[in-house]
């Protein structure tokens, strides 16, 4: 049972980067499935989170409107479009998979994937 973070990388402010979850072992389309990400000195936060069965999305307020999270079933893959990317959004990023009560809180999930790092700058 493995989830594969990747997509990562270098970019100037106002770009773009799409992350990708990738889940071994087991259907990612039973769990709700949410991208948490922690910069340097900071606690993990959360940033989205994707629904198991009823398609709905949840975002942090200091991503909504610019990352979109979606899955891929037959690929068993979830992604995260990040677009506008800022500064403030450098930090590694892990996505999570489990049924949070609170999907915004890293709690109550099963798996978790290695973090892939975002790095926004000029």
């Known amino acids: 049972v493995q989830l594969q973070a990747s997509g990562g990388g270098l970019v100037q402010p106002g770009g773009s980067l799409r992350l990708s979850c990738a889940a071994s072992?087991?259907?990612?389309?039973?769990?709700?499935i949410g991208w948490f990400r922690q910069a340097p000195g900071k606690k993990r936060e959360g940033v989205s989170f994707?629904?198991?069965?009823?398609?709905?999305?949840n975002y942090a307020n200091s991503v909504k409107g610019r990352f979109t999270i979606s899955r891929d079933n037959a690929k068993n893959t979830v992604y995260l479009q990040m677009d506008s990317l800022k500064p403030e959004d450098t930090a590694v990023y892990h996505c999570?998979?489990?049924?949070?009560?609170?999907?915004?809180?890293?709690?109550?999930?099963?798996?978790w994937g290695q973090g892939t790092l975002v790095t926004v700058s000029s």
């Open positions: 999570a998979a489990g049924w949070p009560s609170i999907p915004l809180l890293d709690l109550e999930y099963h798996y």
């Open positions: 072992g087991f259907s990612l389309d039973n769990y709700g």
């Open positions: 994707s629904h198991p069965s009823d398609g709905t999305t």
